[in-house]
């Protein structure tokens, strides 16, 4: 399965990823994480995203992509994966889209995780709390918002043009959320 799950920062990708993972046995690939090890690790990918995410920007598609195509290649994911947290812009789509026809691994999917705003500023604030995430603070989470809704929202337009796009109310607990997702998905990739 080919999966790219999309939705606002907070609408509860990353949670969803990793039991998708477990359940659907590919690796989940979150350019977040890959951004955020980078910065830890100090490379100088790393000490070129730093200051960008921790203002909420995006970090350049060229970085981003360099990253995810040595990642999407690796062996793990030569049966599948689950995509987070890319593609994030429109340039981003026909990037990926050029990449997985190059190395003959289209997509299958995209869910979109649908979250009222209050909600979001809610988790996120709640989220901050636990896990002091540098951009988790309100003026960041204020600015993430206002590119996802400028840069990210039509990504998901553009996966419904194609039929591509499967959205999966994302309000309630997170094993009612996954189950949504589960049956959402095309059944003859989940062998359900
Ligand atoms: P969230 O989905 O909660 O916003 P992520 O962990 O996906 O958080 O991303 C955190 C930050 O990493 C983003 O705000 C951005 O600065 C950077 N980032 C992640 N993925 C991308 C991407 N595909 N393109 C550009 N920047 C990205």
Do not use: W
Not at 41 to 56: D, F, R, S
Not at 69 to 80: F, N, V
Not at 84 to 89: I, L
């Amino acid at each position: 399965m080919r999966l790219v799950l999309l939705g606002a920062p907070g609408s509860g990708k990353g949670t969803q990823a990793a039991m998708l993972k477990a359940a659907l046995k590919v690796p989940h690939i979150s350019t977040g994480d890959l951004l955020r090890a980078a910065v830890k690790a100090g490379t100088p990918l790393g000490l070129k995203a730093k200051a960008v995410m921790e203002a909420g920007k995006l970090v350049s598609d060229d970085i981003v992509l360099g990253m995810l195509e040595e990642r999407i290649t690796q062996p793990d994911a030569d049966g599948g994966f689950i995509l987070d947290g890319y593609p994030r812009n429109v340039a981003q789509c026909e990037a990926l889209e050029r990449l997985l026809a190059r190395i003959g691994q289209p997509l299958d999917i995209a869910v979109k995780l649908k979250v009222p705003s209050e909600l979001i500023v809610d988790r996120i604030a709640g989220r901050a709390a636990a896990e002091g995430r540098k951009d988790d603070t309100p003026e960041t989470v204020r600015e993430r918002l206002r590119v996802y809704a400028e840069q990210t929202a039509p990504v998901a337009e553009h996966f419904g043009t194609i039929g591509r796009l499967r959205i999966v109310d994302g309000v309630g607990d997170v094993d009612a959320v996954f189950k949504r997702i589960l049956a959402a998905l095309p059944g003859e990739l989940t062998g359900a």
